[in-house]
């Protein structure tokens, strides 16, 4: 049986704790974590300055490719230095308002030169807000609007959703937010509140869990991050809602045509045909938001929480691992490092002179 816990975030300044203790549900209290997984990390470099509420990270060979909320894609030499930003040239403007704006993106995986690229964005359409996912390719020193894959997803002021990401079956998943709209994320027949799967076509996948539909789970409030183990197991985080008494945010595990409960179930309570998550953070804030992992660990960026934690998919533990520079969005880990991105101008931070930033971090195990 899968044990929930509920973890005590420390209120301390820049610092990494030790196994958490006291954990709702938990087998063993002492330490669970994955035996490889980082204890702790620190800032090593700063590979970019002065970034415009970024959202999402990825990796093009020799640069990494931010999304900027309000419409931009922003170049950054992986050796640091000066970024450049591109032109992005779209079919239906970006609607840079509350939560929602220029969001995920995803490299094409078949594409070799990698000027393919997926992307979500919010617009508003015959007075609705919506988001979109659309086909984008390099257009000399810009990216230009391919071909729209997916449109009039559900939108609003805020729970946009947002994050793209390959999956190991070279698919393509989104992630949706209820909108603000809580009753859309258990109607299968709305795209808001879910996991989407798509072909890179944009076309439905033959083997999704509901025929003729683009939804692979449902039952999702706000998820922001999506990531597979080496294992091909899936997991998402995903904000809860304020003010709760029975559990938060949530990391889930993923599985085809589940239900996870949003808003019928939150936290600790269950009922059949529903999935709890793996872990809740309780009465304790988290707002995870990008999930990457390392040796089948899964590491988490919070934004109200403004910290790293660690999730064992083995185990019941979590720990937080990094903390001192204020909101993070996005992660991304390669060869010991992590790669994150800070969110402190989006309107809910305190952003410093230089912010934001792309941050290199080096792991310690």
């Not at 809860?240 to 945010?249: A, F, L």
């Not at 988290?286 to 390392?294: D, F, H, L």
């Not at 490092?337 to 309107?347: E, I, K, Q, S, W």
């Given at each position: 049986?899968?044990?929930?816990?509920?973890?005590?975030?420390?209120?301390?300044?820049?610092?990494?704790s030790q196994?958490?203790?006291?954990?709702?549900?938990?087998?063993?209290t002492?330490n669970?974590t994955?035996?490889?997984?980082f204890?702790?990390?620190?800032?090593?470099?700063?590979?970019?300055?002065g970034l415009?509420?970024p959202?999402s990270?990825?990796?093009?060979?020799?640069?990494?490719?931010?999304?900027?909320?309000?419409?931009?894609i922003v170049a950054?030499?992986?050796?640091?230095?000066?970024?450049?930003?591109?032109?992005l040239?779209?079919e239906?403007?970006v609607?840079?308002?509350?939560?929602?704006?220029?969001?995920?993106?995803?490299?094409?995986?078949?594409?070799?030169?990698?000027?393919?690229?997926?992307?979500?964005h919010?617009y508003?359409?015959?007075?609705?807000?919506y988001?979109r996912?659309?086909q984008?390719?390099?257009?000399?020193?810009?990216?230009?609007?391919?071909k729209?894959?997916?449109?009039k997803?559900?939108?609003?002021f805020?729970?946009?959703?947002?994050?793209?990401a390959?999956?190991?079956?070279?698919?393509?998943?989104?992630?949706?937010?209820?909108?603000?709209?809580?009753n859309?994320?258990q109607?299968?027949?709305?795209?808001?509140?879910?996991?989407?799967?798509?072909?890179?076509?944009?076309?439905i996948?033959?083997?999704n869990p509901?025929?003729?539909?683009?939804?692979?789970?449902y039952?999702h409030?706000?998820?922001q991050?999506?990531?597979?183990?080496?294992?091909?197991?899936?997991?998402?985080?995903e904000?809860?809602?304020?003010?709760?008494?029975?559990?938060?945010?949530?990391?889930?595990?993923?599985?085809?045509?589940?239900?996870y409960g949003w808003?019928?179930?939150?936290?600790?309570?269950?009922?059949?045909?529903?999935?709890?998550?793996?872990?809740?953070?309780g009465n304790?804030?988290?707002a995870p938001s990008?999930?990457?992992v390392?040796?089948?660990?899964?590491?988490?960026?919070g934004l109200?929480?403004?910290?790293?934690?660690?999730?064992a998919?083995?185990?019941?533990s979590?720990e937080?691992?990094?903390?001192?520079e204020?909101?993070?969005?996005?992660?991304?880990?390669?060869?010991?490092m992590?790669y994150?991105?800070t969110?402190?101008?989006?309107?809910r931070?305190?952003p410093?002179?230089?912010?934001?930033?792309?941050?290199?971090?080096e792991?310690?195990?």
């Amino acid at each position: 049986m899968k044990k929930w816990v509920v973890l005590l975030l420390l209120s301390v300044v820049v610092a990494c704790s030790q196994p958490e203790t006291g954990m709702k549900g938990a087998k063993n209290t002492t330490n669970t974590t994955e035996k490889d997984s980082f204890k702790k990390v620190k800032v090593v470099d700063v590979l970019a300055e002065g970034l415009e509420v970024p959202w999402s990270l990825v990796d093009r060979g020799d640069v990494f490719l931010v999304s900027e909320r309000a419409g931009a894609i922003v170049a950054v030499p992986k050796t640091g230095g000066d970024w450049e930003r591109q032109d992005l040239q779209l079919e239906k403007e970006v609607l840079h308002e509350g939560e929602g704006g220029f969001l995920g993106l995803a490299l094409d995986p078949d594409d070799e030169k990698h000027d393919v690229l997926y992307a979500y964005h919010t617009y508003r359409e015959e007075g609705k807000t919506y988001n979109r996912i659309i086909q984008l390719k390099q257009s000399g020193k810009g990216w230009k609007e391919e071909k729209a894959l997916l449109e009039k997803i559900p939108g609003g002021f805020i729970h946009n959703g947002g994050r793209l990401a390959i999956g190991p079956d070279r698919k393509l998943y989104a992630t949706t937010g209820d909108a603000g709209k809580e009753n859309l994320a258990q109607d299968k027949e709305s795209l808001a509140g879910k996991i989407l799967r798509l072909n890179s076509d944009g076309s439905i996948p033959k083997d999704n869990p509901f025929p003729g539909s683009y939804v692979y789970s449902y039952g999702h409030r706000n998820s922001q991050g999506i990531a597979w183990t080496s294992k091909g197991e899936m997991y998402n985080a995903e904000h809860g809602p304020s003010g709760s008494n029975t559990g938060k945010d949530e990391i889930n595990r993923i599985r085809a045509g589940q239900n996870y409960g949003w808003p019928v179930i939150q936290g600790d309570e269950t009922r059949k045909g529903m999935r709890s998550p793996l872990y809740q953070s309780g009465n304790d804030t988290w707002a995870p938001s990008g999930i990457t992992v390392a040796d089948d660990t899964l590491y988490v960026a919070g934004l109200r929480g403004q910290q790293i934690r660690s999730f064992a998919v083995k185990g019941d533990s979590s720990e937080k691992i990094f903390q001192g520079e204020g909101r993070l969005r996005d992660i991304l880990y390669q060869d010991g490092m992590f790669y994150v991105l800070t969110n402190n101008t989006d309107g809910r931070g305190e952003p410093g002179k230089k912010d934001d930033r792309l941050i290199l971090l080096e792991g310690d195990k």
